[in-house]
């Protein structure tokens, strides 16, 4: 079982910037894809960002120009950077791993908050 861990949540105010850390317990170098997901209070969980093992990049539309996603193969770490957030922005991001179309994980999540 992999583990999936998140951490650079917070508090920010609007227009602000985070950086989100997911640090895999095993190799990721061959995993399909890594991604971030978040669900606000209410909502059903989304699609924010995704990153393949060829780097091929994908951005949910409300993203895109803010976020920036990538993965250290060596770290066995992908990250977000999030930049200008809004308050709408505010949901516990989570991480995401396809190691196959047959197996994937799920991080814990990292709360988010942007204040107006």
């Known amino acids: 079982q992999v583990q999936l861990v998140e951490s650079g949540g917070g508090l920010v105010q609007a227009g602000g910037t985070l950086r989100l850390s997911c640090v895999a317990s095993a190799r990721i170098f061959s995993f399909n894809a890594m991604g971030w997901y978040r669900q606000a209070p209410g909502k059903q969980r989304e699609l924010v960002a995704v990153?393949?093992?060829?780097?091929?990049?994908n951005y949910a539309n409300y993203v895109k120009g803010r976020f920036t996603i990538s993965r250290d193969n060596a770290k066995n770490t992908v990250y977000l950077q999030m930049n200008d957030l809004e308050p709408d922005d505010t949901a516990v991001y989570y991480c995401y791993a396809q190691a196959n179309i047959k197996v994937d994980y799920w991080g814990k999540g990292t709360l988010v908050t942007v204040s107006s």
């Open positions: 990153v393949t093992s060829a780097a091929r990049t």
